[in-house]
């Protein structure tokens, strides 16, 4: 057996729920290694094999989503989807076969329902002895979280195209909970009235009603949904959603979202930090306000006693990627919301939109995780999903938990380095939303643009950062066909400027954001006081909101939901507002990637306008 890939392996509590936290599981700086981990400690090992049909599944849904194809709109039955990537047998025969050969019988080995990956109990000597590798215990420096990890690990080459990646998870650990998100909230302004300033000076219902000409007359359709994903212990209020809509949209008082509880999912109002509740109370506040009467639901993710992440949604809308459950000889301890038999895998239907105002940093995990990750994305645009998902509000920098991160970056402040993209704004499939902010009065001397007095968005926060609109060029992803010829016209208008940065990114990567929406200063209510929110995790429930309005109206005309919008909006530019000044700012870069006509890395194709939008995708099959 030959060494032939070097991977990175990260081990922790729960497989997939450890690489899907924020903090970069995968940069060994982070973790400090103690001694080796002890030879018969259990760990819980899932082989995620190569999907299959990948290409047939892109050139599938590009063909749905173009509006010029006779096959538009003609989006797949979860049970297409499923025959669509079925497995050749064959494989998992070469991999159960590999594991005979270091002497791990098969009966010990689990087929997942959809036959694309394999999970078995492993004692730690003897996944070393397979996977060639040493185990340690290490401990993440800022965090002090705890978990078991190797370094590299090796695989036969035979074996190199089946299989995308090995996770393995230490059932029982105890770390520290530190909690992490993007979103931006600056509690500038408290005040205990609404806020009577103007539409310049901050965001109300009827500010981006008037701005994007979004109606508030759609009738809800039977047959229509929207959902937001919040993972634990992020949770709504309702007593504040009853004080927003008292002032702003007095028919939804005492209406509360759905909640689908996923791993067991709930609502907390035991933690005392304003953190926990401002992200939720803003985006059921205006998702459903702009909505209304729609009824919205919240994709709640994640228990009492363990974190929720994108993994854990994506398992129950599609138990095919769902984690088997262990082998009953040993002695498991599950995650709450899971016992030996069920863990929410396939137990939830997608929404027709589904709004992601969360985002992690790509270089956190390894490129074959993300690839395979969003591919369930493409599975869910293959079905009529339209997923929105926020760009981030630290610039061409992301936030890792701690702070602004770059790649190579000697400081480790953000200050310096590679650009580093956001996902899952980077996966293709999904749409991803940047940030604009109104141009002010003193920025008259800055021409606006014809259909809008928006700018890229920028601001300076209370800590004396500037956040700036998410955007740039992903690393793992390559640019889809839909958006070549705008990424190329983009980089023809900016050449003289890109050339200066060409070393901080990779040119060949997929661009985002896809469009932009206002994000500054949103009047919410959270805990009980009005505040004044920003960053892009505002913008993406208003531009879900409006998707969610076009299909209703679709739906009433007997017409499907929009499913993917990509490919529609970059042959159709016009239906948006193209922004034309401003940049992003991040990894010591003040200006780093500027708007401008057509799309751009900092606001894509611009900001919605409801009737334009309305037209064309009510012109549509
Ligand atoms: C909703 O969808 C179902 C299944 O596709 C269909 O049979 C039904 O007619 C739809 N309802 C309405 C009101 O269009
Ligand atoms: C918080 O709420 C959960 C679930 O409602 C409960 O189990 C837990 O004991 C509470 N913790 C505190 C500190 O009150
Ligand atoms: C496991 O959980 C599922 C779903 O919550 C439940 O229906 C089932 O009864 C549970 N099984 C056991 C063995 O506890
Ligand atoms: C931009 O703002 C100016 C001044 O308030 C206003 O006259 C103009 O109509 C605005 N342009 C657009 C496209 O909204
Ligand atoms: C650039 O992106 C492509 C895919 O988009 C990838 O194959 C390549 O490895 C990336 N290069 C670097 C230096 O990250």
Redesign the pocket.
Known sequence: MRPSLLLLCAISRYSGAALLRQESSLDPSQWDRSHEADANQLLQVSIALTIQNADIGVETLLRISDPTSPDYGQHLSAEDVVRMFEHEPKTVFHVVEWLGKSGIDQSRVQLSYGGDRLTLNLRVQEAARLLETTFYHQTHRETGRKQIACQDYHIPESLAGSIDYILAASPVQTHKRIPRQQVVLNDRVTATAPLPLGCLKSTTLACLRALYRIPEDVPP???NSFGIFEPSWFSWVPEDLDKFFGQFQRDLVGHRPRVDAVNGGYLQRNMTESIWYQEPNLDFEYAMALTSPQEVTNVQVGSYGRTGNLHDMLAAFDKYYCMTPGDKKYPITYPPGCNATACDCGSSSPPKVLSISWGWTEAAFTPNYLQRQCLEFLKLALMGTTVIVSASDYGTATNNGCGPFCLDDPTGSGTEGRFSPMYPSSCPWVTSVGGTQMLQPTDRRIAPAPTTNETAFRQKGTSGNTFSSGGGFSNVFLAPPYQISNVATYKDIEQEHLAEIQDRFNSTGRGYPDVAVRADNYAIVSQGNWKLASGTSASNPVFASIITLINSER?HM?KGPVGFINPVLYSNPDVLNDILTGANQGCGVDQAFRATRGWDAVTGLGSPDYERMRQLFMSLP
Do not use: V
């Open positions: 359709h039977p047959n739906m007997g």
